[in-house]
């Protein structure tokens, strides 16, 4: 195939900058239907309690209140709900710090929020569950009564991945959600060879995914038994899906709409407001819109799940690794589907280990139901294995580099579950960033030092399908059902171009509702790009198949013979026979044409998964008096097999570096031991600034991906992985301290020099 | 004592503007709701993300912590009024053609920060430009392209080209 205007690998400009710098860009709070009224949520402010009585007279009395609802409104509300989603309002009894226990719609939002204030509820506080090791103990206060039955639609979005042995709840009463088991070897034998044993407990705490727009919904009922709602969220038809769930209806009553999303990294998935929403407005015949606070949002979204992981492996002198031990411990809040299993996998499967024995527990306890936050568990997991790595190497004397090179995990090589890894390029990504300059190039100074960590994500599998139309005047229409996060609109846009041979001006990418987009899955898991990418590829050959048998006709040419290149279709040698793509566009359309309209149609089902890497570099200096860790330089290499569009991708590279250096540095929600937030602000919430960054440096390293469309990987989750192993061990390197409890805050990082013994050598 | 509206007159991106508003009601809720511009954005209410940053009289304000009447007889200016026609500010345009963004939701208020600081300082630093967008979050670019977005639009002003590789310290 001659392709004359190639677009794969172009920086060309993303498909809605211009909407999104000009402010036009239309988000749901942007939004406003005619009669539309605002909704707020009584929120509870203990993180368990038995509701008494809630009475709402006043509320109501309120001049421009239309609608109050309680749990007592919403028939078949579950009293243990499976899913926080299915939680609409709180039924008898709340189960974190911030659980809606009634709503209100009113004509403005002043309104909606002094109605707030009129409504009384009668709590019995309740002692709570907060702390995870403490929810884990028999006696802890319970979060659910009864066994727990674990819904991971979500999770398994993600990843598809093979679990370990599940052993759930059991027979007495307990907040263990999950337990999971991976084997392999003989794990005391393999300690029993080690030369060297390291042994830690690392922490990662709840953090909030920071997406700048809150959640936002409207819902209508623009027919009486039709529900039309305009989101902010991640899939349209997985949340059309539970929505219809949820209320009980069929999903061809319910159509939804995606806006433009001001972020979402994985907590934009679930239908946390949008239930709620659609009861008012169907209890008032009125469209309703509801907009979160960023204090509701801190206090009481999805967060990231607290994770503890007590670590232990064994290494010979010769530097192979021998026996890895580890227990982890993930608090989901009160609701369960924590990322357990990615955490596990990730510990035990970077590196090759004879001998290991991995046991995940996921504990519910009285605070928020986490959700997914950008490559799910696995900095968790890589925080822990890739600290430890470093302090083998420290222990053996040997170079971090070539350790890790030494042992990482080989495609073919098994994953704790058994599964064997698929072909990746972390073996790649750790080469590139051990020839790194400011690898090579480092030299120890007092309080300065260096730290790298390597990190991955499995990759998302779903089936896709997409269209490609070809429109009168000879420029196309790519149709698809995924929501564009991360610029993957464009990425599709170069795809089509490039397969038909057009300038990427001359096709069209749009996201359509969930009636009239052919299906996808959500934008989650890095796979929008390999998945509906591919069926972007598969529809637009389909198109171009279909021009060649119009232009053959026409050209009375084999089609074999032709090519599209500048406009026209041409007889491969003879370029005075044409035919203009525009003519085939009118012909194929027009009252009487002689063609039929060019139609693409991809429809594909991705069963491989293309692990993507990336492998990050830090180098930082730490003050010793003050604690405070300045990052001098930071570098991001990660394989995406195919840079579609190299610009897409390194802002997927920084973005998601910045995420994880905010997970090692400033970010985590502080609850008190009745786990009520102690930092709903962003004043006190802390996500990274322009001042706090150093500019982040990209390396692209291309493995291609068997599978994916000309080669391309997911490269979305992978840069958040690796950042807080990289910056402890930048951090270690600098002040000779172990850094295991994140985030690396100044305190901690001045605790831990004080706490030094005098004895050791203090670098500084 | 009732509280009442009052008529609020004031300038937005060159128009004289006349509008009802309550005591408590803030310059953003009024721009976005009785104006209808909505490209300034809310992502915190407390001043502390800068998403609603418009310019007030040239000075960068956060929308969120202004009352509306605090605005009478002045100046406003949002991103709506940065773009002459289909003529964008040659902020945008850097923003648009190094990536500079995302999601898009903290854009707006970062170009306005962004003019406001070539405004009074056509060629700062790498550094100077971190200090002044440092009240503006963003959750999806690490920050590195918004820098050399600025700095693009300060090099061509200079008739110079814009520096690429490392950051100006």
Redesign the interface.
Known sequence: MTLATPVIGE?I??A????????????P??LRLPGMLHAKLLRSPHAHARIRAIRVERALALPGVRCVLTAADIPNLEREPATRARAVLALDRVRFQGQPVAAVAADDV?TAEEALELIEVDYEVLPAAIDPREAMRDGAPLVRAGTVTMENAEAQAHATIATGEIHEGGDRPTNIATRVHFRRGDVAAGFAAADVVIEKTYRVGHVH??????RAAIAHWDRPDHLTVYVSAQGQFFLRSELAAILGLAESQVTVVPL??????GAKIQPIIEPITALLARKTGRPVKL?Q???EELIAATPAPETIIELKTGARRDGRLTALQARVIMDSGCFPGGPLNVACLLIGGLYRFENLEIEGIEVLTHKPSQAAYRAPGAPHGTFAIESQMDALARALGLDRMEFRLRNCSEAGDPMPNGQPWPPNGMRRVLEVMADHPIWKEHRPAPGRGIGCAVGGWLGGIQPASATVRMNPDGSFTVITGAVD???TNTAFRQIAAEVLGVPAAAVTVRTADSDSAPYAGMSAGSKIVYTVGSAVKAAAEDARRQILEIASRELEAAPGDLEIANGRVSVRGAPERYVTLARIGQESTRFGGRYEPVFGRGSITVTHQSPGFSGQIAEVAVDPETGRVTILRYVCVQDVGKAINP??V??QM??????GIGIALSEELVYDAEGRLQNP???DYR?????D?P??ETVIVEVPSPYGPFGAKGAGEPPIVPGPAALANAIRDAIGCDLTDLPMTPEKIVAALQSQPSTAPRPI | MTVTRRILTLTVNGETREVLV?P?QTLLEVL?EELG??????????G??G?CTVLLDDQPVTSCLVLALQAAGRRVR???G??SGDH?DPL??A?????A????????GA?VMARALLNENPHPT?EE???W???????????????EAIRAVSAADQGGSPATG??RQ
């Open positions: 920086r400009e993303r809605e900058a211009r909407d999104k710098v000009t402010g036009r860009a239309l988000y709070a942007d002043h995914q920071g997406y700048l727009e809150p433009e999303i001001g972020g979402g990294f907009v606070t960023r204090r996060l991360t610029g610009t897409l390194e802002g920084q973005g998601g570096s910045a995420q602000s962003l004043l996500l990274m600034t322009a001042i960054l500019p982040i | 309550w408590y976005r511009l909505t490209g300034t954005k809310e992502g915190c209410g407390s502390d993300c998403c949002t991103i709506e940065l773009a964008l945008q345009e923003f648009a053609q190094h990536g963004l995302q999601c898009g939701f903290c854009i707006p170009i790498d430009i971190r200090w967008l440092a009240g503006n979050l963003c959750r999806c670019t690490g920050y590195t392209k918004w820098v490392g950051e």
